[in-house]
């Protein structure tokens, strides 16, 4: 199977920044997803999406199907938005395949 | 409030013992998943059933087995443990839609330690 991958592993920015974390595959997919992980392992689906974009509060998600690359975006970023953001995709070819996850990207907001 | 519930947070067992990890999921969800996770390298799916009694293999299945005996249930087999399946395990279901496919749900992980 093809990988997921994302950029970048690790941020660290100041409360209040605007937030990027890109997500990029090589082969068709019929879905991504956006997840989101507190320390204590828990995840949380944020945005399933297969073209457009969504948004959920300060969170905005985009894809582009020809570029098959993805952003996921903060805004007015806050320290409660520490986390371990997951990029993942279900593959083209039908039937309830599992995910394929990116490697993951840390991120960290400073008060 | 949808959940997904697993029987362990943490778990510790000895090399050779069969362990048995249960996932229940209570939102009448058709998918259920089983995967790990492991520092630098992420997540990847062991096994997935899309039905009760049906199962398929997912990107690592080697040494692990499955059962799905009800819609809710949907247990990981490890029939011999060993020091290298030492890992955080994610249950996780979805619903099966036709050919379209929806959010994941997962529960709170075990964290297994092999000795």
């Known amino acids: 199977k093809n990988e997921v991958e994302q950029s970048p592993q690790n941020l660290t920015a100041q409360e209040g920044e605007f937030i990027t974390i890109n997500c990029s595959y090589s082969v068709g997919i019929s879905a991504l997803h956006w997840l989101q992980q507190h320390p204590g392992g828990g995840i949380v689906s944020l945005f399933m999406l297969s073209s457009g974009k969504k948004k959920h509060g300060r969170l905005i998600a985009t894809i582009n199907i020809q570029e098959k690359h993805s952003s996921l975006h903060i805004t007015a970023s806050h320290p409660r938005d520490s986390a371990v953001y997951i990029c993942?995709?279900?593959?083209?070819?039908?039937?309830?395949?599992?995910?394929?996850f990116g490697k993951g990207t840390h991120l960290i907001i400073q008060p | 409030d949808v959940k997904v519930t697993q029987s362990s947070r943490y778990l510790v067992k000895r090399t050779g013992e069969k362990v048995f990890l249960e996932c229940v999921q209570d939102?009448?969800?058709?998918?259920m998943f089983w995967y790990r996770q492991d520092p630098g390298l992420g997540l990847r799916l062991i096994y997935f059933s899309y039905d009760v009694k049906m199962k398929e293999k997912g990107d690592i299945p080697e040494g692990y087995s499955v059962s799905r005996e009800k819609k809710e249930r949907f247990s990981l087999i490890l029939e011999s443990a060993s020091t290298n399946q030492t890992s955080m395990y994610l249950c996780?279901?979805?619903?099966?839609?036709?050919?379209?496919?929806?959010?994941?749900?997962f529960g709170p992980g075990t964290r297994l330690t092999v000795l």
């Open positions: 939102m009448d969800h058709e998918n």
């Open positions: 993942a995709v279900n593959y083209s070819g039908g039937g309830a395949d599992g995910l394929t």
């Open positions: 996780a279901s979805s619903l099966w839609q036709g050919s379209s496919y929806n959010e994941q749900f």
